[in-house]
C-alpha cells in the first residue's frame, strides 16, 4: 500500500505562471488536507477535501489559490499567476474519514514551490 | 487567534534525555500532537494526547501536558543520532482535522 502520493516533489515556476500540484491519498483514504510550510515556520491548515467536496477552506487565500478532489484522480492545489511569496513546501496529507488521532492522517513528501 | 509556539533548536548528546517544550493558546483543544519531520520528508505522527490526560508515555517517548499553562513537552529518553529532525507541536479541537501547527524545534544530537 503506497503511502500519499505527491508530484512533482520540485517544481519552478516564474511569476505570473500557474502551478499546480497534485496529491494521490493513501488507499482507501477519502480525505485529504492541504497545508503550506513557509521557511521556518511550522504547518498552516489550507484546504480539507472530501471526495467532489470542498469542507473547510478556511485556510485558503481568497485569490488565485483553488483545490478540488474529483471522484476519480488525484487532489489538485492550483495556484494561479503565481507570486514569490507562494515559494513553499505544499503537504498533502490523507485520512480515511475525518480526522481523529485514532485515523491517523498520513502526510505526503510534498511539493517544494520555487518562484523566480 | 490560535498559536502554538517552541523554541527553534535543541542540542543534545547521544544517549542524554531530550526535552522539547510548546504552549498553546487555544484552551478548546481536545488533542494535541507531535509529529517528527526528516529532511526532504512528510511529516510522521509520533504521538498524541487527549486534553484531559496529563501523562502519555510510548517506549522512549513520554508526552507531559499542563493543562491549565497550556504547556506540553515530549521527552526522548536515550536520544539517538537517529532522532535528529525537526519535532512539531500541534493542537486541533474536536473533529482533528484543522490542525494548528508550531513552528518546529529543530533537534541535533552530538555523538
Known amino acids: 500500500n503506497a503511502g500519499v502520493m505527491q508530484n512533482p516533489r520540485h517544481l519552478v515556476r516564474r511569476r505570473g505562471q500557474e502551478a499546480r500540484l497534485r496529491c494521490s491519498p493513501m488507499?482507501?483514504?477519502?480525505?485529504v488536507y492541504w497545508y503550506r510550510q513557509l521557511p521556518e515556520e511550522g504547518l498552516k491548515f489550507m484546504v480539507y477535501?472530501?471526495?467532489?467536496?470542498?469542507?473547510?477552506e478556511s485556510g485558503m487565500p481568497k485569490e488565485r489559490f483553488s483545490a478540488e478532489f474529483p471522484k476519480e484522480g488525484p487532489s489538485i492545489l492550483r495556484i494561479q499567476q503565481v507570486v514569490r511569496g507562494d515559494s513553499a513546501a505544499y503537504f498533502c496529507a490523507s485520512s480515511p474519514q475525518s480526522g481523529t488521532p485514532d485515523t491517523e492522517a498520513f502526510f505526503g513528501q510534498g511539493t517544494r514551490l520555487t518562484v523566480v | 487567534g490560535e498559536d502554538v509556539e517552541q523554541s527553534l533548536f535543541l542540542s543534545v548528546r547521544e544517549g542524554d534525555s531530550s526535552v522539547i517544550n510548546c504552549t498553546y493558546t487555544d484552551s478548546s483543544s481536545t488533542y494535541l500532537y507531535w509529529y517528527k519531520q526528516e529532511p526532504g520528508a512528510g511529516l510522521q505522527l509520533l504521538t498524541y494526547i487527549f486534553s484531559n490526560m496529563d501523562m502519555k508515555q510510548d517506549q522512549r517517548l513520554t508526552v507531559l501536558l499542563n493543562k491549565k499553562d497550556k504547556h506540553l513537552s515530549l521527552r526522548i529518553a536515550d536520544t539517538q543520532t537517529g532522532d535528529s529532525a525537526i519535532y512539531f507541536c500541534?493542537?486541533?479541537?474536536?473533529?482533528?482535522?484543522?490542525?494548528?501547527f508550531g513552528a518546529g524545534t529543530r533537534l541535533f544530537v552530538k555523538a
Open positions: 500541534a493542537e486541533s479541537g474536536a473533529g482533528g482535522f484543522k490542525t494548528i
Open positions: 488507499k482507501g483514504h477519502s480525505h
Open positions: 477535501l472530501q471526495k467532489e467536496n470542498i469542507i473547510d
